[in-house]
């Protein structure tokens, strides 16, 4: 493509959602989006920082599948609201989310007691940096995820997920 060529149709503040609908950059929908992918990223460089070993192994493909989900999720945001509850990817993400919900109950019978302050080992550190901005996004996404949508309940198990993970990379 040519220099000068190609039509840069967000410089006036607007994008593009899934479907083509136009929408302001500042809109829910947008922001909501962008703390998803703050999210994805985040759990990418968690897993890049984790440790070689079998523990750390099956968090990093772990982290890998959540990304996936991620998607999904994101997908599920980004398309009008009242096609959001329907559909295969809607299935897809309720999967994800009873599978997720079954890994945060196995976590949670070796859950530490007490005050649990965000640190340790810089991996987990950032992992429990993750949490937070699952928390954002969870936030963020209560505003526009359809009511009938896995959305908001695989965000909430994320974060809970995340913070048991954090835990188990602390030193003993």
């Known amino acids: 493509m040519a220099a000068g060529t190609r039509a840069w149709t967000g410089d006036k503040g607007t994008t593009s959602l899934r479907g083509g609908m136009r929408v302001r950059k500042d809109d829910s929908r947008v922001r909501a989006l962008g703390e ?6 985040c759990l990418g460089v968690a897993a890049a920082f984790l440790p070689k070993g079998l523990r750390a192994d099956g968090l990093k493909a772990a982290f890998g599948r959540i990304q996936r989900d991620l998607f999904l999720l994101g997908g599920l945001l980004a398309q009008a609201a009242k096609a959001a509850g ?4 809607h299935r897809g ?3 994800a989310l009873a599978k997720l919900a079954g890994e945060v109950e196995a976590l949670e019978r070796r ?3 007490g005050f649990v302050a965000p640190g340790g080992r810089p991996h987990a550190a950032l992992i429990h940096l993750a949490r937070a901005v699952c928390r954002r996004a ?10 009938d949508s896995a959305v908001v309940p695989y965000l909430n198990r994320l974060s809970a ?4 993970a954090a835990c188990r990379q602390r030193p003993s």
């Open 36 to 41: 998803i992918d703050e999210l994805q990223c």
């Open 86 to 89: 329907r559909g295969s990817p």
């Open 93 to 95: 993400l309720a999967q």
């Open 111 to 113: 859950r530490p007691s």
């Open 138 to 147: 969870e936030r963020a996404a209560v505003s526009v995820a359809a009511r």
């Open 161 to 164: 997920y995340l913070f048991l």
